[in-house]
T-cell receptor, first 113, second 115 residues
Framework: GQSLEQPSEVTAVEGAIVQINCTYQTSGFYGLSWYQQHDGGAPTFLSYNALDGLEETGRFSSFLSRSDSYGYLLLQELQMKDSASYFCAVGGRRSNQGGKLIFGQGTELSVKP | SAVISQKPSRDICQRGTSLTIQCQVDSQVTMMFWYRQQPGQSLTLIATANQGSEATYESGFVIDKFPISRPNLTFSTLTVSNMSPEDSSIYLC????????????FGPGTRLLVL
């Protein structure tokens, strides 16, 4: 089976840096993704790591260590609009599962002034 | 990127009835996915809808409860049958995209409340 663990909630202040960790157990691994979901909205794609290392996209970065079955999402220069739920997910197109994703339980990020 | 629409956006239904949710994509895609998100919870995959073949259901989900149609490469429906209050959830469809097919694009969701 597959399972992912991430903290249920994180609180930070505007302008700060926050890291959301994700550990996973999978029978086969084809990549770790991160999605953002605001209240009442649909999940939106943030990043994808298939290989070890850091991927940077603006204020957001994502890291993967396949040997440790671990990844994290790093959010810098936090803004109030970053308050949302963040989900890590395993799976993806390059797999025998045809692109389906298995999601973690989500981390609710609250950004305070 | 893919643009996905869903109908209805929300509904309130009586237990024992059925609701069909429609998902329309602005481009042709091989696979479409249906997820359920219960209040305050994560997304759980219900099934993968392939054009021209039967849908593939995940553990805990069965065709009699969640029949799926996939008549063409841009459209799919999910029916929630014989509803109970436990079926109250957001139902989302999604498709794969991106340069390396690493991205999933989600529809806006259908918010279902069963009384």
């Amino acid at each position: 089976g597959q399972s992912l663990e991430q903290p249920s909630e994180v609180t930070a202040v505007e302008g700060a840096i926050v890291q959301i960790n994700c550990t996973y157990q999978t029978s086969g691994f084809y990549g770790l993704s991160w999605y953002q979901q605001h209240d009442g909205g649909a999940p939106t794609f943030l990043s994808y790591n298939a290989l070890d290392g850091l991927e940077e996209t603006g204020r957001f970065s994502s890291f993967l260590s396949r040997s440790d079955s671990y990844g994290y999402l790093l959010l810098q220069e936090l803004q109030m609009k970053d308050s949302a739920s963040y989900f890590c997910a395993v799976g993806g197109r390059r797999s025998n599962q045809g692109g389906k994703l298995i999601f973690g339980q989500g981390t609710e990020l609250s950004v305070k002034p | 990127s893919a643009v996905i629409s869903q109908k209805p956006s929300r509904d309130i239904c009586q237990r024992g009835t059925s609701l069909t949710i429609q998902c329309q994509v602005d481009s042709q895609v091989t696979m479409m996915f249906w997820y359920r998100q219960q209040p305050g919870q994560s997304l759980t995959l219900i099934a993968t809808a392939n054009q021209g073949s039967e849908a593939t259901y995940e553990s805990g989900f069965v065709i009699d409860k969640f029949p799926i149609s996939r008549p063409n490469l841009t459209f799919s429906t999910l029916t929630v049958s014989n509803m109970s209050p436990e079926d109250s959830s957001i139902y989302l469809c999604s498709v794969v995209g991106g340069v390396y097919q690493e991205t999933q694009y989600f529809g806006p969701g259908t918010r279902l409340l069963v009384l």
